[in-house]
């Protein structure tokens, strides 16, 4: 993403002293094996480091749990927010709306008319966002929208009191997409935990959107943030948003974690690895931070970006590539290139830079900014099959 045109688009290594490297291994099993929650970090892990178990997952929700919406980035829309807040209540959940989501600030302090805001200072969106991951009685953390910002919160998160906040417990859900990017690397890699990439509370699929995309997209965010055994949510007079006349289709109980399908294949093969990934732009940014993400080695990489032209895209994977970081990646998957350009050229440029690593690509996924915004998991184990067109994610382990 770049500029004022990724801001505003809704869905719009660090040293080995400061951080470890995440170690985790690939293997596809992501439960305890007797489909109950995991109860917490394995003896002698410690809090502010991934466990040396490898990432948890997290536990999925079901109607009445509480939820926290909080802004890390951009500034939020007070009437997208409630339209996305009713939604959410629809689906049976309990939400509340964090203190500071409503905040705006310019990048220095005050900003003047047309100058770039952040959903309020950077001290009071980290405050937020600590508050909600280590309240007991919360399920998830939701970020409204992306935008620009959560790069500025990691320096600020007391990560020793996240990391033991999830002790004895299983792990709650961050979810959100695009400048979350950031968050789902850091709480990745220093929480060990898994994170959900998909459509926000403020942004155009929960409060705008309509038709069979927005359908699609909120079912599918559904079908992997609930338990299987949730049962349909009761819809309450909130579940319509901004003209629709009904709230988004529920699944059927027991229908998994459901599989992603794309429409081509770049290069053929099969890959199994932990899922990794998200916006490429803030990917690209986190490298040579304490927050970079950990090598792609061994895992499947998600891909997607936002208002990017066709030299950006090259640009970036050209960075990631004579980074290392993608050496040994055992599979990409691509998502939307919304605003990118000529399509054609956009995919000229993922092909030429990534079919040389010799790994399967699967591009055309519905994750990222388009209009249909299907949800993953990323640290979870994953398949892709570019002979079905799928990526689909190994059996969740952590139901309650």
């Given at each position: 993403m770049s500029g004022v045109a990724r801001a505003g688009a809704e869905d719009d290594r660090r040293s080995v002293s400061d951080r470890p490297l995440d170690r985790t291994s690939d293997r596809l099993s992501g439960s305890d094996g007797d489909g109950e929650r995991d109860p917490?970090?394995?003896?002698?892990?410690?809090?502010?480091?991934?466990?040396?178990?490898?990432?948890?997952?997290?536990?999925?929700?079901?109607?009445?749990?509480r939820v926290v919406v909080i802004a890390p980035s951009g500034p939020v829309d007070p009437d997208r927010l409630e339209a996305g807040r009713a939604v959410l209540s629809g689906l049976g959940l309990e939400v509340t709306v964090a203190p500071h989501a409503l905040d705006r600030?310019?990048?220095?302090?005050?900003?003047?008319?047309?100058?770039?805001?952040?959903?309020?200072?950077?001290?009071?969106?980290?405050?937020?966002?600590?508050?909600?991951?280590?309240?007991?009685?919360?399920?998830?953390?939701l970020c409204a929208r992306g935008g620009y910002g959560a790069t500025r919160l990691l320096g600020l998160l007391d990560w020793d009191a996240m990391?033991?906040?999830?002790?004895?417990?299983?792990?709650?859900?961050?979810?959100?997409?695009?400048?979350?990017?950031?968050l789902h690397v850091a709480f990745g890699a220093r929480l060990g935990v898994t994170t959900?990439?998909?459509?926000?509370?403020?942004?155009?699929?929960?409060?705008?959107?309509?038709?069979?995309d927005r359908d699609r997209s909120?079912?599918?965010?559904?079908?992997?943030?609930?338990?299987?055994?949730?049962?349909?949510?009761?819809?309450?007079?909130?579940?319509a948003a901004h003209g629709a006349e009904e709230g988004p289709r529920r699944p059927a109980a027991g229908r998994g974690s459901g599989e992603v399908t794309g429409t081509r294949a770049l290069r053929p093969?099969?890959?199994?690895?932990?899922?990794?990934?998200?916006?490429?732009?803030?990917?690209?940014?986190?490298?040579?931070?304490?927050?970079?993400?950990?090598?792609?080695?061994?895992?499947?990489?998600?891909?997607?970006?936002?208002?990017?032209?066709?030299?950006?895209?090259?640009?970036?994977?050209?960075?990631?590539?004579?980074?290392?970081w993608l050496d040994g990646a055992a599979g990409i998957?691509?998502?939307?290139?919304?605003?990118?350009g000529d399509p054609a050229?956009?995919?000229?440029?993922?092909?030429?830079?990534?079919?040389?690593?010799?790994?399967?690509?699967?591009?055309?996924?519905?994750?990222?900014?388009?209009?249909?915004?299907?949800?993953?998991?990323?640290?979870?184990?994953?398949?892709?099959?570019?002979?079905a067109l799928t990526l689909a994610a190994a059996p969740q382990g952590g139901v309650r």
């Open positions: 917490g970090l394995d003896p002698g892990d410690e809090p502010g480091r991934a466990p040396a178990s490898g990432p948890r997952r997290f536990a999925r929700l079901r109607p009445g749990d600030t310019g990048l220095a302090g005050p900003a003047r008319e047309g100058w770039q805001r952040l959903a309020g200072g950077d001290a009071d969106r980290a405050a937020d966002l600590r508050a909600a991951w280590c309240d007991p009685g919360v399920r998830a953390v990391a033991a906040a999830g002790r004895g417990t299983a792990p709650k859900i961050l979810h959100g997409s695009s400048d979350v990017t950031a959900s990439f998909g459509p926000m509370p403020a942004g155009e699929v929960f409060a705008g959107g309509r038709g069979e909120l079912e599918h965010f559904r079908k992997v943030l609930f338990a299987p055994d949730a049962g349909d949510a009761p819809q309450t007079s909130g579940g093969g099969r890959a199994e690895g932990l899922l990794t990934g998200g916006t490429l732009s803030l990917l690209t940014a986190l490298l040579g931070t304490p927050d970079h993400p950990p090598p792609a080695a061994g895992r499947i990489v998600f891909l997607e970006d936002v208002s990017e032209a066709p030299y950006r895209i090259d640009r970036m994977l050209t960075q990631l590539l004579r980074s290392g998957a691509l998502g939307t290139w919304t605003g990118c050229e956009v995919e000229a440029v993922l092909a030429g830079r990534l079919a040389p690593l010799g790994v399967p690509i699967l591009a055309g996924l519905p994750a990222g900014h388009g209009p249909c915004q299907l949800t993953l998991e990323l640290g979870a184990p994953h398949r892709l099959d570019t002979g």
